[in-house]
Nanobody, 124 residues
Framework: QVQLVESGGGLVQAGGSLRLSCAAS????????VAWFRQAPGKEREFVTS????????DYADSVKGRFTISRDNAKNTVYLQMNSLKPEDTAVYYC?????????????????WGQGTQVTVSS
């Protein structure tokens, strides 16, 4: 398994931006698809975005397309989530996850390594 640590969450006003980071513990993290999921209070965990091991292929949930961008720097074993034009409905705990699964995988149970989560709160 890969150990993952998220950072970068916080409180921001609607329309603002945040960048989340997900640092992986092993050098071969480039062989894993990495995804971001989020979970709001009282709701199920949902897929947000994912990136292939090489960083060339990405997938996004419709709710964040055009606003969020995922990228990875394998030299630093880190995946980033740039979030722009944030909305109150983006408020959630954001988790990064890694797995030996295709980049277009949306199902959480296909990812076997998870970070502890970072809180993102968007005020109106």
């Amino acid at each position: 398994q890969v150990q993952l640590v998220e950072s970068g969450g916080g409180l921001v006003q609607a329309g603002g931006s945040l960048r989340l980071s997900c640092a992986a513990s092993i050098r071969s993290s480039s062989s894993y698809t990495v995804a971001w999921f989020r979970q709001a209070p009282g709701k199920e965990r949902e897929f947000v975005t994912s990136v292939s091991g090489g960083g060339t292929r990405t997938d996004y949930a419709d709710s964040v397309k055009g606003r969020f961008t995922i990228s990875r720097d394998n030299a630093k074993n880190t995946v980033y989530l740039q979030m722009n034009s944030l909305k109150p409905e983006d408020t959630a705990v954001y988790y990064c996850a890694a797995g030996a699964t295709p980049y277009y995988t949306h199902s959480a149970n296909r990812y076997d390594s998870w970070g502890q989560g970072t809180q993102v709160t968007v005020s109106s």
